[in-house]
Structures are given as C-alpha cells and as structure tokens.
C-alpha cells in the first residue's frame, strides 16, 4: 500500500486514505468477507464454465463440427471474464459505500461486461470467416481466397472501434462526436489520396461477384491476350503466348469489356475458298460437293457441333479475280492445339481431292491484252471527226 501511495501526488494521499477509511469503518468484518467470498465463488464459476466449454469445443472437434467448436472456444473466455465480474459485481453491491464511489464500482462492472461482449463478438469473427472459407474453397479463383483474412481484419477491427467508442460514451461519459468528426475528415483525406487503389479494390470485388474468368482462364483484354495466373486486389496478372506477363488493374477489367476465350462452346472457322473467274459452273459445283463430302468425313465430322450449329457450304460471291466458296463450321472442345490440327487435316484432305478433280484455286491475277488481239474489249473511238469539205 505504501509503494502505490507513494506516487500519489501528496496533497491527494490524505483524502484516498481517509476515503479508504471511512469505507473499512462503513462496513463490518461480514461484508468484507462475503465480498471476498463472492469473487470466489465468480472467479471458480468462471473457471468451471470455462473449463465445460473448452471440454465441449474439443468433442465437437472430434466429431468435425467445426462451427461447434468455434463457437464453444470462442464462448469459453468471456465466460469466464462474465463470471468473475458477476461475482464481484454482488459482491460490491453489499458493501455501504458513498455516491461517487458506488457509481464509479458501477462504471468498472458495466466495462467489465461490455469487455465480455465485446470480446466475444471478436472470438464470433473467426465463425465468419470459417464460413467464408468454405464458400471460397468451393471455387477455382483465388482472389476469394485473398479476401477472407481480409474480411477478419476488418471485422476485428470495426469491433474494436466500436467498443472503444462505445466504452468512452457509456462508461466515462467523453464526448465521442469529435471522434466520429475527426475520423470523417480522416476517412476523407486517405479516401481523396488513394483514389485508384479503392477503385481496383472496387475492381477486384467486381471480379470476384461477377466471376468473368478465373485462374488458368484465358482472356482477351484489349490489345493482349494470354493465361491468367493471378488475381490479387489491385491487379489481375495475364501471361502472354509470347512468355511476357502484363499486369492490368482491376478497376480497367471491371470498367471495359473481357473476352474469356476458355469459356466458349466452341471454335468458329470461317473460310473463303476462291475459285479462278473461268470455272466452269459444274465445276463450282462439283467442289461444293467435294467440302460437303469432306465435313461428313469420320475424321473431320467427329468433333463438329451438331444442331443448331451445323457447318455452312455455299458459293456465295463473285469476287474480283475469283469465284468464293465460304466454309463455316464449329469445332468441339475449344482447344486451341486440336482446332490447329484439324484444320491441317480438313486443308489437307481439300487440296488432294481438289487436285484429283482437276479444280484449281484462284490467286490474284491480271490479265493482258496485246494489241489486235480479237478478245481485247474495243475502245470508243476517239479519233477527230472528218470536216465536209466545203464548196
């Protein structure tokens, strides 16, 4: 007691001991005793509840009930903490004791049970965020992943605001109102300097609700397109066919359009097969039967879309050195490799039955006439016109 007193500022001693005094004279021997009897009786009931609900988390940690036991660990302490001020709390409440002093015991027990529900709600977050990770585990993006320890901060850290501001209002009476200003002007400042990162955080969220692509997804963005291979929170990283990786921030891919090249039904092939300006019309048409006969094909069929996407054979304009003939089919799964391959197969099958059949392939061509050639086109006359002789 002398050791503490000691600090005290002088002129301060004589009033706490004679407080301490009057408050030892005010009450007997018994009430000093129930007082310690009942914090006993707190703290013991604190550990035994305690100790249940730890014995309760483990077996439903046996069982996997991991809700269970997070919610019993997460009980476990504050119980204890409620107890003991329980305890102390009856215990005060018997002892005779002036005004001022009742109403700052009072003060201490409503801190002690806001610490215990405070504490709790930050133990409760770890159920959050255990739910999140069972949601995010169910997806192939990564950046859910990311955002749950994020998720837990930030929870943690609005219980802890609260909980100040809430033990500053209730229990000592502080004007929180400056606070609440002063944090709005500050939330303003950082907002107005990290404007682009709050947008790529924006961005990110975007990616993650929307879900546009995904890890290993390969996109089309802009002038690049290539693999994508991570997602974080301020940007998404894209490696390209040629090896480079581009970054992009988040808030461009949430504000412009995404091409997911990996999720489409299927690989659309358009082709223009010109035929040279002097074929015979049976041969336009035997080489429209040979590309249908070359669709039906076992090897080249197989992995064509069926119904409603079923390939397009036509001869379907006269072009300016040719007559064009356009192939349309879709090729199922949308691999990029097996697409190249049959493609070789189907150019390759064209070229030896058109061979075969005599049917050439139009290139780009000019055509000469000599002079006095009978094909060459007549020219208006341009010669002066012969004047009448006069008379």
Known sequence: MGNILSVIAPQTQPAILTGIQQLWNANGIVT??????????????????QAILRAAAAKAQSKSWHFQRLLLSSLAGPANLFATAAGLGFGLAMLTMGDDLRAYALRSIGFLNILCVAWAAYNLVSIVAH??????????????DQ?????????????????????????FGADISAWLAGLGIAGLAISLAAQESIKNLFGSVTILLDQPFSLG????FGPHEGTVEE????????RTAEGAMVTVPNSKIADDSVVNVTRRKSIRRQLDIGLPRDTAPEKVREAVNIIQGILKHTEIAAPL?????TPLVAFNDFGPASLNIQVVYWFQPPDGRLWLAHAHAFNLMLLERFNAAGIEFAFPTQRLY???????????DKSPATTPPQG
């Open 147 to 171: 955002l749950v320890p994020l998720v837990r901060k930030a929870l943690r850290i609005f219980v802890v605001v609260v909980f100040a501001l809430f033990t500053a209002k209730n229990v």
């Open 370 to 380: 000599l002079a006095g050639d009978s094909k060459r086109p007549l020219a208006p």
């Open 305 to 309: 879309a069926g119904e409603p996407l």
């Open 231 to 238: 997602i974080g929170f301020r940007s998404t990283k894209v």
């Open 217 to 220: 997804d390969t996109i089309r």
């Open 131 to 144: 739910a999140l990770e069972r949601l995010t585990a169910a997806t192939a993006s990564k950046l859910d």
């Open 32 to 49: 000093w005793l129930a007082l310690l009897g009942f914090i006993f009786m707190g703290v013991l009931a604190g550990w035994i509840a």
